[in-house]
């Protein structure tokens, strides 16, 4: 049989889905968890937003040049000396993983993405090991499943399925099978699941992953970030949302937030379910344009569209005189209080959504939180959401990765 490559034509969807992340700045690898990676572009430790940008550009170059470790080394040394960074491991070690790590995770993502648009002529995957000498007992175990693309072992076992790993899948249908003379498994192989103890920044905690994987890897990277198809991709409105923690992460402490006063006036109030009321509330807090980029304190752009009246539409609930509030969306973003980056994964197609939180306590009556969502579109972010508690409540809008305290 003829060698397994990933791709045999330039990777244009791998290529994409490192472009569609967002720069993440952390403080370890743990702080962004399985599905996160889809959404997010991190380096373990690089908590800078310039520094993780320049790695971005050096990874990117890489993919789409493809360049080898050897030139992106050179990117390393250069961007580890402009920022003055310092890193645990060696050099060698340390370049490698970055590299290794994120081009595999692009080319497996690409690959599932191209699986998800011929899965009808398609319909089956097969685990290809390399069964050399360096090849994880378990994923040499694994080698010739095959089983349907909708299978649930791909949503756990999609290579690659630790550090390293040189594992990837093929793509066939019946004649395929025929050809090379394979036969379909009868059904997964037993994979039990074990404990295994990872360091976090707020001390050791244990997670639960199948045998054979690594910790951080039992996920299917192209399903958190393409989804299972476009079909169920379309459901993906109707719900549900689930969140998604990283490891350690309900341990960040949660201090009292400063109370702010308003600089601008609260706006109109309009008659329920009157759309063009709140249109036109909403293009007067955007001084007359249908929308309005703004730039937080981490150098990220914001877009508010008319599609936050679209949300309010959607439900009456939502319709309750919050529009009272659009004119205070500039200092929200602008003077925010906390940013932080939460995760959620729809239970209809697998994919992850990343969300930016703006968080604000404003002087509003009794003490009011103002917080906005936004969903990650593009490199903008739209899709705001307005969100209303006390003092109390604010917990609520404050979970995930915090990125930013002022």
């Not at 009808?120 to 499943?145: F, I, K, M, N, S």
């Amino acid at each position: 049989m003829p060698e397994v490559k990933p791709f045999s034509v330039n990777p244009t969807e791998a290529i994409d889905f490192l472009r569609d992340k967002i720069n993440l700045p952390t403080r370890a690898w743990t702080d962004v968890w399985q599905g996160m990676h889809a959404r997010a572009f991190v380096v373990a430790g690089a908590n800078n937003e310039k520094l993780v940008a320049d790695f971005r550009n050096a990874v990117e170059k890489s993919l789409e040049q493809g360049t080898t470790l050897e030139t992106f080394r050179k990117d390393f040394d250069a961007i580890v000396a402009k920022h003055g960074w310092s890193y645990n491991g060696n050099r060698g070690w340390r370049s490698a993983v970055i590299f290794n790590t994120n081009l595999r995770m692009s080319y497996a993502a690409g690959r599932w993405e191209q699986i998800q648009r011929v899965k009808q002529q398609r319909p089956y995957l097969r685990y290809v090991a390399v069964l050399d000498g360096r090849t994880r007992p378990e994923h040499a175990a694994w080698h010739d499943t095959i089983l349907p693309v909708d299978h649930a072992f791909w949503h756990t076992h999609f290579p690659p399925n630790g550090w390293n790993c040189r594992c990837t899948v093929q793509s066939l249908n019946d004649r395929d099978l025929k050809r090379f003379n394979l036969k379909r498994s009868k059904g997964a192989p037993p994979t039990p699941k074990v404990t295994r103890t990872i360091k976090t920044p707020t001390g050791p905690v244990n997670v639960e992953v199948p045998d054979g994987i690594d910790p951080g890897f039992s996920y299917n990277v192209g399903e958190a970030a393409f989804g299972r198809g476009a079909q169920a991709r379309a459901l993906e409105a109707h719900g549900p949302w689930r969140a998604l923690d990283a490891p350690g992460q309900s341990l960040v402490d949660l201090k009292p937030l400063p109370l702010d006063k308003p600089i601008a006036s609260a706006g109109e109030v309009v008659t329920p379910g009157n759309e063009s009321g709140l249109r036109s509330v909403l293009r007067e807090a955007f001084d007359g344009a249908d929308e309005l980029i703004l730039k937080d304190p981490t150098g990220a752009r914001v877009q508010l569209t008319q599609a936050i009246v679209d949300h309010m539409m959607s439900d009456a609930s939502r319709r309750d005189g919050r529009e009272r509030y659009f004119p205070l969306f500039r200092e929200v973003i602008e003077k925010p209080a906390e940013i932080w980056i939460g995760w959620a994964r729809s239970d209809k197609s697998g994919r992850v959504a990343l969300r930016r939180r703006y968080v604000k306590l404003i002087e509003i009556g009794a003490g009011r939180i103002i917080g906005l969502i936004a969903d990650a579109d593009g490199g903008m972010w739209s899709g705001l959401t307005l969100f209303r508690s006390r003092k109390s409540g604010g917990a609520k809008l404050r979970a995930g990765l915090r990125i930013f305290k002022r």
